[in-house]
C-alpha cells in the first residue's frame, strides 16, 4: 500500500475544523467548525481532451462549495444518511439539523433541539431507516427516517460519547465517557458490558476514541474477518470478530488517537492521531493504517497543529482529513492481488455475496474471461505460462498452500506448506515459486 498527500483546501477565515464526513454514494463531503460554520463540497476530477493526467493523480476541482446557515455554535457532529441523501448535523448547543438535496443545493428539512444536553455522537443504521442520538447526559434517541421518534431512553448516571450499530441492525453499542463499552439491542434494553481485552495493564483514565463496525456492504476481506474496532485515546484497540468475541485482535498504535474509520471494504482502518516525532521534542499529526488482522500497512504524516478527522472516499482510493482549518487530501494505491502471464491478466476481489475471493483470468487478446472462486487467498503471482495462488488452508494446521494454474483457472499442482509466504516470486522457465 502507498499513500500520499495529494491536494489543500482552506477553510475561508481560518475557521477550525471540528469534524468530516464523506457521503460515500453520491461523493459530498461535510465539513463543520467553530462559529457555525457548515459547509458542503465535492470534488470533480478534471475531464476531456485537456486533462493530460489521468486517474488519482489527476487536478480535481470543487463542483459544489455550498455553505450551510443554520447553526450558530460550532458544529461538532457530522453524519451522511447515504441511501436517502440526507445530511444530519448537530452543534455545542444541542441542535439538530437535517438538510436534504432538492436541485443541486443543500437545504433544511427538519430541526429539532432538546435544549437539555449536547448531542456527542450519531449513526445511521446500515440501511438508512433510522438515526440513534446520544447526549453527554445519558439520554438515547432513536428515530426513523421520515422524523418520527421511534423509542428514548435515559440512561442514569451515564455520560454517552459513542454509538454504533451492528451491520444487521439488531443491537446498538454505546461508548460511556469512564470508557466502558455497553452493549443493547434496538428496542433499548441493556445486554452486557463488552470486554476491554485491549486495556489490560492500562492504567489511569482513557476515553474511547471511535467504535466502528464495518457492515459487509462489499462483502468481507475473507470468511469470519475481524470488523468491530474500538480504539481508545491512549491508543490502545481492539478489533472484534462480533461483539462478544473473547479473542480479538489487540493492537497498540502509540500514538494519541482522535478518530478511526474503516474504508469502503473493511480491508483498512486509518487511526487518526497525535504521535511524538522521533528524536524531537513536539508531537506530530499521523495517520496510521493497519489490516483487520493488526498487520500495519503504512503511516501518514501530515501537516499542521492538531488533526480532528480522517474519513475515506467511497472507492477507498482517497482519504479526506480535518487539521486546524485545513483538509488535506490523500491519494492511496492499495496492494492488489493481481499478475500477468501468457497475455493473460489474473487479478482477485471480494464480492458481497460470496466469502471466497473471486479471481478472474482475462485474456487480454480475444476477451474472454474466466472465473473461478478461491477461499483464503493470500498472493498471487505469474510467469511464463503459469500463476500460483497462495491460499489458507482451511483447517486449522496452520498450513498453506500453493496451487499452479494455466490461463484459464486449472489447477495443475498443488503443495502444502509449513510456513506462511509473505513474499512469492516465480521463474520464467520452470516455473518454481521462491518463497519468503
Given at each position: 500500500?502507498?499513500?500520499?498527500?495529494?491536494?489543500?483546501?482552506?477553510?475561508?477565515?481560518?475557521?477550525?475544523?471540528?469534524?468530516?464526513?464523506?457521503?460515500?454514494?453520491?461523493?459530498?463531503?461535510?465539513?463543520?467548525g467553530?462559529?457555525?460554520?457548515?459547509?458542503?463540497?465535492?470534488?470533480?476530477?478534471?475531464?476531456?481532451?485537456?486533462?493530460?493526467?489521468?486517474?488519482?493523480?489527476?487536478?480535481?476541482?470543487?463542483?459544489?462549495?455550498?455553505?450551510?446557515?443554520?447553526?450558530?455554535?460550532?458544529?461538532?457532529?457530522?453524519?451522511?444518511?447515504?441511501?436517502?441523501?440526507?445530511?444530519?448535523?448537530?452543534?455545542?448547543?444541542?441542535?439538530?439539523?437535517?438538510?436534504?438535496?432538492?436541485?443541486?443545493?443543500?437545504?433544511?428539512?427538519?430541526?429539532?433541539?432538546?435544549?437539555?444536553?449536547?448531542?456527542?455522537?450519531?449513526?445511521?443504521?446500515?440501511?438508512?431507516?433510522?438515526?440513534?442520538?446520544?447526549?453527554?447526559?445519558?439520554?438515547?434517541?432513536?428515530?426513523?427516517?421520515?422524523?418520527?421518534?421511534?423509542?428514548?431512553?435515559?440512561?442514569?448516571?451515564?455520560?454517552?460519547?459513542?454509538?454504533?450499530?451492528?451491520?444487521?441492525?439488531?443491537?446498538?453499542?454505546?461508548?460511556?465517557?469512564?470508557?466502558?463499552?455497553?452493549?443493547?439491542?434496538?428496542?433499548g434494553?441493556f445486554?452486557?458490558?463488552?470486554?476491554?481485552?485491549?486495556?489490560?495493564?492500562?492504567?489511569?483514565?482513557?476515553?474511547?476514541?471511535?467504535?466502528?463496525?464495518?457492515?459487509?456492504?462489499?462483502?468481507y476481506?475473507?470468511?469470519?474477518c475481524?470488523?468491530?474496532?474500538?480504539?481508545?485515546d491512549?491508543?490502545?484497540?481492539?478489533?472484534?470478530?462480533?461483539?462478544?468475541?473473547?479473542?480479538?485482535?489487540?493492537?497498540?498504535?502509540?500514538?494519541?488517537?482522535?478518530?478511526?474509520?474503516?474504508?469502503?471494504?473493511?480491508a483498512?482502518?486509518?487511526?487518526?492521531?497525535?504521535?511524538?516525532?522521533?528524536?524531537?521534542?513536539?508531537?506530530?499529526?499521523?495517520?496510521?493504517?493497519?489490516?483487520?488482522?493488526?498487520?500495519?500497512?503504512?503511516?501518514?504524516?501530515v501537516?499542521?497543529?492538531?488533526?480532528?478527522?480522517?474519513?475515506?472516499?467511497?472507492?477507498?482510493?482517497?482519504?479526506?482529513?480535518?487539521?486546524?482549518?485545513?483538509?488535506?487530501?490523500?491519494?492511496?494505491?492499495?496492494?492488489?492481488?493481481?499478475?500477468?502471464?501468457?497475455?493473460?491478466?489474473?487479478?482477485?476481489?471480494?464480492?458481497?455475496?460470496?466469502?471466497?475471493?473471486?479471481?478472474?483470468?482475462?485474456?487480454?487478446?480475444?476477451?474472454?474471461?474466466?472465473?473461478?472462486?478461491?477461499?483464503?487467498?493470500l498472493?498471487?503471482?505469474?510467469?511464463?505460462?503459469?500463476?500460483?495462488?497462495?491460499?489458507?488452508?482451511?483447517?486449522?494446521?496452520?498450513?498453506?498452500?500453493?496451487?499452479?494454474?494455466?490461463?484459464?483457472?486449472?489447477?495443475?499442482?498443488?503443495?502444502?506448506?509449513?510456513?506462511?509466504?509473505?513474499?512469492?516470486?516465480?521463474?520464467?522457465?520452470?516455473?518454481?515459486?521462491?518463497?519468503?
Open positions: 500500500m502507498f499513500i500520499y498527500l495529494s491536494k489543500k483546501i482552506a477553510i475561508p477565515n481560518n475557521v477550525r475544523l471540528r469534524c468530516l464526513a464523506w457521503n460515500r454514494e453520491q461523493g459530498y463531503i461535510a465539513c463543520g467553530e462559529d457555525g460554520l457548515l459547509k458542503v463540497l465535492k470534488l470533480e476530477i478534471q475531464q476531456g481532451k485537456d486533462a493530460k493526467v489521468r486517474g488519482l493523480a489527476a487536478p480535481s476541482n470543487l463542483s459544489m462549495n455550498q455553505n450551510l446557515d443554520g447553526h450558530t455554535g460550532a458544529v461538532q457532529v457530522v453524519t451522511w444518511n447515504e441511501q436517502f441523501q440526507k445530511l444530519t448535523t448537530s452543534d455545542q448547543y444541542g441542535l439538530i439539523i437535517v438538510w436534504i438535496l432538492y436541485k443541486g443545493s443543500w437545504y433544511e428539512e427538519m430541526i429539532n433541539n432538546r435544549n437539555r444536553s449536547v448531542v456527542r455522537d450519531m449513526k445511521w443504521n446500515a440501511d438508512g431507516q433510522r438515526i440513534c442520538i446520544v447526549y453527554e447526559d445519558g439520554a438515547v434517541i432513536v428515530g426513523s427516517v421520515d422524523g418520527n421518534r421511534i423509542w428514548g431512553k435515559e440512561l442514569k448516571n451515564l455520560q454517552l460519547t459513542n454509538v454504533e450499530w451492528s451491520p444487521d441492525g439488531k443491537n446498538i453499542i454505546f461508548g460511556i465517557s469512564n470508557g466502558e463499552v455497553q452493549i443493547f439491542d434496538n428496542t434494553n445486554c452486557t458490558k463488552m470486554t476491554l481485552f485491549c486495556l489490560a495493564n492500562v492504567t489511569g483514565a482513557v476515553k474511547i476514541a471511535g467504535i466502528e463496525w464495518y457492515d459487509g456492504r462489499e462483502g476481506v475473507e470468511p469470519n475481524p470488523c468491530l474496532a474500538v480504539c481508545f491512549v491508543g490502545r484497540m481492539q478489533i472484534m470478530r462480533h461483539e462478544l468475541d473473547e479473542n480479538p485482535v489487540l493492537i497498540d498504535t502509540s500514538m494519541a488517537v482522535v478518530n478511526i474509520q474503516w474504508n469502503n471494504c473493511g483498512v482502518l486509518a487511526v487518526a492521531g497525535m504521535q511524538r516525532a522521533t528524536g524531537q521534542e513536539k508531537d506530530i499529526n499521523v495517520v496510521q493504517f493497519y489490516t483487520p488482522f493488526g498487520e500495519h500497512l503504512r503511516t501518514l504524516k501537516p499542521g497543529k492538531q488533526i480532528t478527522e480522517a474519513c475515506w472516499e467511497g472507492a477507498g482510493l482517497r482519504i479526506a482529513l480535518a487539521v486546524d482549518s485545513f483538509i488535506y487530501f490523500a491519494n492511496i494505491r492499495p496492494n492488489y492481488k493481481w499478475g500477468y502471464f501468457s497475455n493473460t491478466v489474473v487479478y482477485a476481489f471480494n464480492k458481497p455475496d460470496r466469502q471466497e475471493h473471486c479471481v478472474v483470468f482475462w485474456d487480454t487478446k480475444n476477451g474472454e474471461k474466466y472465473v473461478k472462486y478461491v477461499r483464503n487467498l498472493s498471487i503471482t505469474a510467469s511464463g505460462d503459469h500463476c500460483v495462488l497462495a491460499t489458507r488452508a482451511d483447517d486449522s494446521s496452520g498450513q498453506h498452500v500453493l496451487v499452479l494454474c494455466n490461463a484459464i483457472g486449472t489447477p495443475l499442482d498443488s503443495k502444502y506448506i509449513e510456513i506462511e509466504p509473505l513474499f512469492v516470486a516465480m521463474t520464467r522457465k520452470k516455473h518454481y515459486p521462491f518463497l519468503s
